[in-house]
C-alpha cells in the first residue's frame, strides 16, 4: 500500500500557510484600527462659536435614543415574535449606546456592532409567522446603525473607518452565506452597502472641517509672521534714521574734544591728554555706527543724504499735503522750547504717516494737526473726520507700517500712543512724548554742570 510521502520541514510553506499569515494581518490591522480612536474625548461641534450649536449633537442623539429603543423592542416583539424580555434587553443593547455618539462613537460600536449580530442569530431561531418581515436588519436597527456609521465618519481616522466597513462588510457576508433558503434575499448585504455611503461622507464633511481648520491656523500663523516682520521692519528704519541723529552729536563731541586746546588756553598736558582720548574715541564710536548701519541698511539700497526732518518742517508737510486735496490746519505752539532731536524726528514722522493715513482711507477728510507743550510733555494730536462722500479708499488693505511704526516711535522716546475711530466716523492718533526739564535739578553737583554745545563751539 503506497503512501504519501510527507512534507519536508525545511521546504517552503504550504499555501495554506502564506495565506493563514495574511488573514492573521489583516485580523491585526482590524483590530489596531478599531482600538485607536481620534478624538476621545472631544464631543463634536466642541468648536462651535455659539452655545446652542455645542449641545445641538447631545440633543441629537438623546432624540435618537428615545425614539429608537421603544420602536426597536416594539419590532423585535411584534413583528419577529421575539419574547418581551430578550426583545427588551436586544433593543436597549441596539440603541441605548446611541447616547455615546457626541463622546465616543467608536466605543458604542463596540456594543452595537455585537448585539446586532446577536439579534440577527437571535431572529435565525424565530419564526416571524406571516409577517413581511427582513432579515438580518429590521428597519430599525439598519437606520441607527446608519446613525452610528455617521458618527464614526464625522470623528475617527480614515483607517479607523475603513476597518469598520471591512467588520461591517464580513458580519453581511456570512450571515448572508448561513441564511435559509427562504431568508436568502441579499438583505443581510444591504447595511454594507448603504454603510459604506455613508461612512464616504462622513469622513469626506471630516477632512473637509480639518482643511479648513488647518487653513485658519495657518492664516494665523502667517498673520501674526507678519506682524512680527512689520514690527522688525519699522525698529530697522527707525534705527536707521537715528543714526543721524547720535552721529550729530558724536561729531559735535569729536570736535569739541580736538578744538579744546585750542579754545582754552592754559590747559595742562593731562587735559590735553583726555581731550585727544576723548576725541579719539568718538570717532571711533562713530566708525562703529556706520558698520552698524550698513548692517541694518537693505542690500542694494542706499543711504539718505538729506538731514533728517524735524517740527521746523511740518509747515511744509502740511502745505504739500493741501496741495494734494486734503484740508489740513496745523496749530503749532511757538513755546516748545528744547525739544531732543529723537523726539523731534518721532513727532514729525507721526504726523507724517497719519496724514499719509488720511489721505489713503479717508481722501478729502477735514484734518487738524495740532502740536504743543505741556507739564514736560509734547503733545500731537492729529484728528480727522469722515470722508465727505462714500467713496472707495485708496488703499483697501494698509500694509501695517504706520501704526506699528507710530508705537515705535513713541516706545524709543517713554511716551505713549493713543489711536482710534471717532464716533462720527473720523479717526484720532494722539502722542505724548516727554521733554527734558528746563532747569537743572534742585540739588545737583556744582562742580559737574552740564555742557552744552553752542555754534561758537563748532
Given at each position: ?21 495574511a ?52 419590532v ?10 430578550l426583545?427588551?434587553a ?62 464614526l ?35 443581510a ?33 502667517s ?71 550698513s ?8 543711504g ?14 502740511v ?97 505713549t ?24 535739578p ?5 562742580d ?11
Amino acid at each position: 500500500m503506497a503512501t504519501s510521502p510527507s512534507p519536508s520541514p525545511a521546504g517552503p510553506p504550504p499555501p495554506a500557510d502564506g495565506l493563514l499569515s495574511a488573514a492573521r494581518r489583516n485580523l491585526r490591522e482590524l483590530a489596531h484600527g478599531l482600538s485607536h480612536a481620534s478624538h476621545p474625548s472631544t464631543p463634536l461641534l466642541a468648536d462651535a462659536p455659539k452655545p446652542w450649536q455645542r449641545l445641538l449633537p447631545y440633543v441629537v442623539v438623546l432624540a435618537l435614543a428615545a425614539t429608537f429603543i421603544p420602536v426597536t423592542i416594539t419590532v423585535l416583539a411584534s413583528q419577529y415574535g421575539v419574547p418581551g424580555a430578550l426583545a427588551g434587553a436586544l433593543g436597549v443593547a441596539q440603541a441605548a449606546p446611541l447616547l455615546m455618539l457626541a463622546h465616543r462613537p467608536l466605543q458604542a460600536w463596540w456594543i452595537i456592532f455585537p448585539a446586532d449580530i446577536v439579534s440577527a442569530l437571535v431572529l435565525l431561531a424565530h419564526d416571524p409567522g406571516q409577517h413581511d418581515t427582513t432579515w438580518p436588519w429590521p428597519p430599525p436597527t439598519l437606520v441607527a446603525y446608519l446613525f452610528l456609521l455617521l458618527a464614526l465618519g464625522l470623528r475617527e481616522t480614515r483607517r479607523t473607518v475603513v476597518a469598520v466597513w471591512a467588520a461591517t462588510a464580513t458580519a453581511g457576508a456570512v450571515l448572508h452565506l448561513i441564511a435559509p433558503s427562504d431568508r436568502a434575499t441579499g438583505s443581510a448585504l444591504l447595511l454594507p452597502i448603504l454603510g459604506a455611503v455613508v461612512l464616504v461622507i462622513g469622513a469626506a464633511v471630516r477632512e473637509r472641517g480639518e482643511a479648513t481648520r488647518r487653513l485658519a491656523e495657518q492664516e494665523t500663523i502667517s498673520e501674526a509672521e507678519r506682524a512680527q516682520r512689520t514690527l522688525l521692519e519699522e525698529r530697522t528704519r527707525i534705527a536707521r534714521e537715528l543714526h543721524d541723529v547720535v552721529a550729530h552729536h558724536m561729531s559735535v563731541i569729536t570736535v569739541q574734544a580736538d578744538s579744546a586746546p585750542y579754545r582754552i588756553s592754559g590747559l595742562s598736558e593731562p587735559a590735553q591728554e583726555e581731550f585727544a582720548s576723548i576725541a579719539a574715541a568718538a570717532r571711533e564710536s562713530l566708525g562703529e555706527m556706520r558698520r552698524l548701519l550698513s548692517v541694518l541698511r537693505s542690500d542694494g539700497t542706499e543711504g539718505d543724504r538729506a538731514p533728517q526732518p524735524g517740527l521746523g518742517r511740518l509747515q511744509q508737510l502740511v502745505e504739500a499735503t493741501v496741495r494734494a486735496g486734503l484740508p489740513v490746519e496745523l496749530s503749532l505752539a511757538a513755546d516748545l522750547g528744547e525739544v531732543p532731536s529723537a523726539v523731534d524726528l518721532s513727532a514729525y514722522r507721526i504726523v507724517q504717516e497719519a496724514l499719509a493715513n488720511v489721505v489713503r482711507h479717508a481722501p478729502g477728510a477735514r484734518t487738524q494737526v495740532s502740536v504743543g507743550a505741556s507739564a514736560g510733555h509734547l503733545n500731537v494730536l492729529v484728528v480727522n473726520g469722515p470722508a465727505p462722500k462714500p467713496a472707495s479708499p485708496l488703499e483697501s488693505a494698509g500694509t501695517g507700517h504706520g501704526l506699528v511704526g507710530m508705537r515705535e516711535r513713541v516706545r524709543l522716546t517713554g511716551g505713549t500712543l493713543d489711536t482710534g475711530p471717532l464716533p462720527d466716523g473720523g479717526f484720532r492718533v494722539a502722542a505724548r512724548m516727554p521733554l527734558p526739564p528746563t532747569e537743572s535739578p534742585a540739588g545737583s553737583p556744582p562742580d559737574s554742570p552740564s555742557v552744552q554745545p553752542s555754534s561758537e563751539d563748532l
